[in-house]
Protein backbone atom coordinates (compact mmCIF):
# COMPACT_ATOMS: atom_id res chain seq x y z
CA UNK A 1 0.00 0.00 0.00
CA UNK A 2 1.42 2.85 -1.27
CA UNK A 3 1.51 6.23 1.44
CA UNK A 4 2.50 9.80 0.36
CA UNK A 5 3.29 11.79 3.93
CA UNK A 6 3.61 15.48 3.76
CA UNK A 7 5.36 17.59 5.49
CA UNK A 8 5.95 21.39 6.05
CA UNK A 9 3.90 23.94 4.98
CA UNK A 10 2.08 26.81 6.99
CA UNK A 11 1.99 30.37 7.09
CA UNK A 12 4.51 33.35 5.42
CA UNK A 13 4.55 36.69 4.65
CA UNK A 14 3.93 38.17 0.55
CA UNK A 15 8.02 37.93 -0.70
CA UNK A 16 8.55 35.07 2.00
CA UNK A 17 9.35 30.91 1.39
CA UNK A 18 8.25 28.02 2.46
CA UNK A 19 9.49 24.62 1.92
CA UNK A 20 7.22 20.97 1.08
CA UNK A 21 8.41 17.64 1.69
CA UNK A 22 6.35 14.19 0.53
CA UNK A 23 8.13 11.08 1.29
CA UNK A 24 6.54 7.93 -0.70
CA UNK A 25 6.19 4.73 1.51
CA UNK A 26 5.26 1.54 0.68
CA UNK A 27 6.98 2.16 -2.99
CA UNK A 28 8.57 0.11 -5.31
CA UNK A 29 8.26 1.04 -8.75
CA UNK A 30 11.06 2.09 -11.09
CA UNK A 31 8.84 4.55 -12.96
CA UNK A 32 6.97 7.30 -11.67
CA UNK A 33 5.85 10.77 -11.48
CA UNK A 34 5.35 13.01 -8.32
CA UNK A 35 4.84 16.31 -7.68
CA UNK A 36 2.20 18.62 -5.97
CA UNK A 37 -1.60 20.36 -6.70
CA UNK A 38 -3.31 22.83 -4.85
CA UNK A 39 -6.72 23.79 -4.34
CA UNK A 40 -7.73 26.97 -3.24
CA UNK A 41 -11.74 27.21 -1.49
CA UNK A 42 -14.33 26.86 -4.39
CA UNK A 43 -11.38 26.41 -7.02
CA UNK A 44 -10.67 23.39 -8.81
CA UNK A 45 -6.97 21.85 -7.91
CA UNK A 46 -4.88 22.31 -9.88
CA UNK A 47 -1.25 21.46 -10.83
CA UNK A 48 1.62 22.97 -9.57
CA UNK A 49 5.22 21.05 -10.18
CA UNK A 50 5.85 17.54 -11.06
CA UNK A 51 9.26 15.87 -11.45
CA UNK A 52 9.63 12.04 -12.67
CA UNK A 53 12.69 9.93 -11.91
CA UNK A 54 14.71 10.64 -14.11
CA UNK A 55 14.74 14.56 -13.24
CA UNK A 56 12.56 15.72 -15.54
CA UNK A 57 9.95 19.08 -14.20
CA UNK A 58 7.05 20.48 -15.54
CA UNK A 59 5.27 23.64 -13.84
CA UNK A 60 2.64 25.64 -14.03
CA UNK A 61 3.02 29.64 -15.40
CA UNK A 62 1.50 30.99 -12.39
CA UNK A 63 5.29 29.44 -10.34
CA UNK A 64 7.32 29.01 -13.33
CA UNK A 65 10.96 31.18 -11.33
CA UNK A 66 9.48 31.13 -8.05
CA UNK A 67 9.14 27.48 -7.31
CA UNK A 68 11.43 24.96 -7.81
CA UNK A 69 10.94 20.87 -7.43
CA UNK A 70 13.56 18.82 -6.34
CA UNK A 71 13.67 15.03 -5.79
CA UNK A 72 16.13 12.88 -3.37
CA UNK A 73 15.57 9.44 -4.88
CA UNK A 74 17.00 7.35 -2.42
CA UNK A 75 14.82 8.74 0.00
CA UNK A 76 11.86 8.28 -2.35
CA UNK A 77 11.13 12.02 -1.29
CA UNK A 78 10.30 14.92 -3.26
CA UNK A 79 10.86 18.65 -2.08
CA UNK A 80 9.07 22.04 -2.87
CA UNK A 81 10.86 25.46 -2.60
CA UNK A 82 8.46 28.03 -2.76
CA UNK A 83 10.00 30.90 -3.08
CA UNK A 84 8.25 34.99 -3.09
CA UNK A 85 5.00 33.56 -1.99
CA UNK A 86 1.93 35.52 -3.12
CA UNK A 87 -1.29 35.74 -1.42
CA UNK A 88 -2.55 33.90 -4.32
CA UNK A 89 -0.40 30.74 -3.58
CA UNK A 90 -2.56 30.23 -0.71
CA UNK A 91 -4.06 27.17 -0.90
CA UNK A 92 -4.20 23.28 0.14
CA UNK A 93 -1.47 21.38 -0.76
CA UNK A 94 -1.56 18.01 -1.80
CA UNK A 95 1.24 16.04 -2.94
CA UNK A 96 0.51 13.17 -5.85
CA UNK A 97 1.99 10.02 -7.46
CA UNK A 98 1.85 8.75 -10.81
CA UNK A 99 3.36 5.32 -10.59
CA UNK A 100 2.99 4.22 -14.19
CA UNK A 101 4.72 6.45 -16.39
CA UNK A 102 8.04 7.50 -16.54
CA UNK A 103 7.19 10.91 -17.41
CA UNK A 104 4.88 13.73 -15.86
CA UNK A 105 1.65 14.87 -17.62
CA UNK A 106 0.32 17.71 -15.15
CA UNK A 107 -3.17 16.32 -15.68
CA UNK A 108 -5.01 15.35 -12.15
CA UNK A 109 -7.01 12.14 -13.46
CA UNK A 110 -3.86 10.21 -13.71
CA UNK A 111 -2.60 10.09 -10.15
CA UNK A 112 -3.82 7.56 -7.98
CA UNK A 113 -2.17 8.34 -4.85
CA UNK A 114 -2.30 11.50 -2.90
CA UNK A 115 -1.80 12.75 0.67
CA UNK A 116 -3.53 14.44 2.97
CA UNK A 117 -2.98 17.62 2.19
CA UNK A 118 -0.71 20.74 3.98
CA UNK A 119 -1.87 24.12 4.24
CA UNK A 120 -0.36 26.61 2.82
CA UNK A 121 -1.41 30.72 3.50
CA UNK A 122 0.39 33.51 2.04
CA UNK A 123 -0.67 36.98 3.83
CA UNK A 124 0.05 40.76 2.02
Known amino acids: QVQLVESGGGSAQAGGSLRLSCAAL????????MGWFRQAPGEEREGVAL???????IYADSVKGRFSISQDNAKNTVYLQMNSLKPEDTAMYYC??????????????????WGQGTQVTVSS
Open 96 to 113: AADLFRNYCLMTRTVFDY
Open 26 to 33: GYTSRRYC
Open 51 to 57: IDRDGGT
